[in-house]
């Protein structure tokens, strides 16, 4: 920041011409990548991926048109001696100098020096290489498929066909029977099927 640039939004406008083209730019990618996200056939990604996309957007709007005279504003509050909460009225003993800033001044004092010793490095090597490991174990814990209720409506009758099936279906995967080249018009066909069909629902152990 150039020191001849004093006033408050000259000060806001430099850093904006900045670090403003990485703002849009990030926001413009992530924008994009939930956009392109839509395409897919799942409606509940593709409700996801909209939301979040207008969301980067509006977000990105509001911290240009919103944020950023908030903070210019605020800066003038602080210029005129004003309090924060009621800005209607001056302090009398407002300080000149900043206060001193206490987090800051405890965190390079104390936090920093931790963060930099060998024995807190070795100590984060040592817990990373344990969450890795246990990570890995994991994985071989980890079940095959999506409860679907997760995203659907409790009550409805697709939820209850789902619980039910979480709750009734431990012994694995349904099972089908195909039949080709069948003709459906003739009874003795569907005699045989209906046979099938009560074999099959015999087999209590099983099925």
Known sequence: ????????????????????????????????????????????????????????????????????????????????????????????????????????????????????RKSTKALTLLITACLCIIGGFSCTKLLRGLNQNVSLVAGSDIFDYFDTLFYYGNAGPPGYVIFNNVNYTDPENLEQMELINAELAALNETI
């Open 1 to 116: 920041m150039p020191d001849h640039i004093i006033e408050i939004k000259y000060r806001v406008a430099f850093g904006l011409k900045e670090i403003g083209p990485s703002i849009f730019a990030a926001a413009f990618c992530e924008a994009l990548a939930f956009f392109i996200g839509m395409q897919t056939d799942i409606p509940a990604l593709r409700s996801f991926c909209m939301v979040a996309g207008i969301a980067v957007i509006m977000d990105l709007i509001f911290q240009i048109l919103i944020f950023i005279p908030c903070l210019i504003l605020d800066h003038q509050r602080v210029a005129a001696k004003r309090y924060d909460l009621c800005c209607c009225w001056k302090s009398s003993n407002a300080p000149e100098k900043p206060r001193e800033d206490i987090v800051r001044k405890v965190y390079n004092q104390y936090f920093v020096p931790f963060v930099f």
